[in-house]
């Protein structure tokens, strides 16, 4: 029972269906499920089999957005029965789009898939000035800084902000996406990862964190 | 390095009428940098006409490229729908952006009305430049499309895509309104210029896979566009240029189905994104229709000098092979910061390499 019950979890937040979320999340809860077991092996599991589709050219951002909603809808119903030891100190990012730019679509896709896999995102949104990413990454002791931009006039504010947290915020790992990025030229701004889209940015900082050892 | 038998413009002429010119012509898609050559913040060009025109004009005349003064944007439909666009005259901005969308419900959907062309959001700036050009014995301009780029503006992309899945007949209920006001748009271009003097523009970055599946474009786009096309080349326009922007590699088939069930009628320009290699484009169209492309943008800002001009020699060899014609541009547009030296290496790699026997 408790498989089927988390399969259809996953299930229902592959296809998007937020009734059926939302009804298997209240069955998990009845059944004694735990309810962090449920997130992790329900809802991250469906938006991690998104994330790989999205990556295979199988599904596109419409499908993921209602992706998205079925499993923030089934997360309304498991969140306020997380015990919290068991939910341990999440990695922390912080996410923003840099100044000058609104298009978030990217960002937002980031964000969703990051809190899919476990990370704690503080997303300061769009059109962020460069002194607002140095200053959240202080305050919140981030471990990643994601940057993103999808115009090439703003992009160029990423490498001011990324020499700022080498100095100011060391250990912090920095990355960068978006529209006219590349690896070439993530690597010319100093960033330490390039991803290319939202799936490859879960895997670029789990990658980049273990290298530190935080994963 | 012989000598230019033509000037900008007869070059292009040339390719458009299906003739072989002196060398390739030269395209840079330019916009935003036009305003930064002359001097001017972004934002002008896009609210001042006549400044617009004359730094467009400027521009390429230092340059010594071929294309003219035109005027669009990716943001448009919100504001000529009745929302609110932002204009860059901020450091990092380089282009208009949605401020209120005009649909931020489904009641408003409904609510929704077809502007009327002439007082509409940016028309009337898109139809000042496009007098100017008129006035000039250059093409008037208008922009044509892409349907689902204006809804995804005028309700908001995350809206749009996610209603795509879970109300969509809500998004062809706008989609149709679209469809409405670039007929009319169409209309009163070719109606002030007549049909043989207007260029129509189309482009969008919703429409691209980073986003849509083929499938959603064959069921929100494709239906719209055929319609907007036919009409177009009904009303005598013979040039269309098509802007698929971003990566629609897998949007090909219905970009070819759109030729074919339009007859192959008119000359069209292709600009697809640097995703898509110019061997596929030539097969899909080289038969009746122009190639542009397709340099990747962001080297224009970023490469130096000599790599830029090896990116447009070896984008040059690849499309001068198109039977029906080649021009050589960046695959969207020049982004506004690239150095003028860089610029230049488009009308130098066309001196060089682009000539023909």
């Known amino acids: ?215 | 390095m012989s000598a230019d038998r033509m000037k900008p413009g007869e070059r292009l002429v040339a390719v458009l009428m299906g003739q072989k010119p002196d060398r390739v012509p030269v395209s840079p898609f330019i916009l935003g940098y036009a305003a930064k050559i002359v001097g001017l913040p972004i934002g002008d060009l896009y609210t001042d006409p006549k400044k617009s025109f004359r730094a467009q004009l400027l521009c390429a005349e230092m340059h010594g490229y071929d294309s003219s003064p035109m005027y669009g944007y990716a943001a448009v439909g919100a504001w000529e729908f009745g929302g609110k666009v932002g204009f860059p005259y901020e450091p990092g901005q380089s282009a208009p952006y949605v401020i209120k969308e005009p649909v931020e419900s489904e009641e408003d959907v409904d609510r929704l009305e077809v502007p009327d062309p002439k007082n509409a959001g940016s028309v009337p700036i898109a139809m000042e430049i496009a007098r100017q050009c008129y006035a000039s014995g250059l093409p008037a301009v208008f922009q044509s499309g892409e349907v689902l780029t204006y809804a995804g503006n005028i309700m908001g992309p995350t809206r749009l895509l996610t209603w795509m899945i879970r109300k969509p007949e809500l998004v062809h209920k706008v989609c149709k309104k679209v469809e409405e006001f670039l007929i009319a748009c169409a209309e009163y271009f070719t109606s002030t210029f007549g049909a043989d003097r207007c260029i129509a523009f189309a482009g969008g970055p919703i429409e691209s896979n980073k986003l849509i599946s083929p499938k959603q474009f064959e069921e929100f786009v494709y239906p719209y566009m055929l319609r907007i096309h036919r009409k177009i080349l009904d009303m005598g326009v013979q040039i269309i240029l098509e802007h698929p922007c971003a990566d629609q590699n897998k949007n090909m088939p219905w970009y070819r189905k759109l030729r074919e069930e339009c007859g192959w009628r008119g000359k069209y320009v292709w600009n697809f994104g640097p995703e898509t290699p110019l061997e596929t484009q030539i097969a899909q169209f080289g038969e009746h229709d122009v190639i542009m492309g397709n340099v990747d943008p962001p080297s224009f800002q970023f490469r130096s000098f000599e790599e830029v001009l090896l990116l447009c020699k070896e984008n040059i060899e690849r499309g001068i092979k198109n039977p029906s014609g080649y021009i050589l541009g960046p695959g969207c547009e020049m982004p506004p910061l690239a150095p003028p030296i860089n610029v230049y290496a488009m009308i130098k790699a066309s001196r060089e390499y682009g000539r023909y026997g």
């Open chain 1, 1 to 215: 029972m408790k498989e089927e019950i988390l399969r259809g979890l996953t299930d229902s937040v592959v296809s998007g269906d937020v009734e059926k979320c939302v009804q298997y999340a209240k069955r998990a809860l009845e059944a004694g499920i735990d309810a962090y077991e449920a997130i992790m092996e329900g809802c991250a599991r469906g938006m991690s089999l998104v994330s790989e589709k999205y990556e295979k050219g199988e599904m596109y951002v419409p499908e993921i957005l209602c992706s998205a909603e079925a499993m923030y809808a089934a997360m309304d119903v498991l969140k306020p029965h997380l015990k919290t030891e068991r939910v341990g100190t999440p990695r922390k990012v912080v996410l923003g789009v840099v100044r000058g730019d609104i298009h978030d679509i990217g960002k937002n896709l980031v964000k969703l898939m990051m809190e899919a896999a476990g990370f704690q995102v503080i997303d300061l949104g769009r059109d962020v000035p460069n002194e607002r990413f140095v200053e959240a990454v202080l305050k919140e002791g981030a471990d990643i800084c994601g940057m993103s931009a999808l115009m090439t006039t703003s992009m160029i504010f990423m490498p001011e902000i990324i020499r700022e947290l080498k100095q100011k915020a060391p250990a912090t790992i920095t990355m960068v996406g978006g529209g006219p990025l590349s690896q070439e030229l993530a690597k010319a701004y100093g960033a330490d990862g390039y991803a290319k889209d939202a799936a490859a940015a879960i895997r670029v900082a789990k990658e980049l964190l273990s290298r530190r050892g935080g994963m």
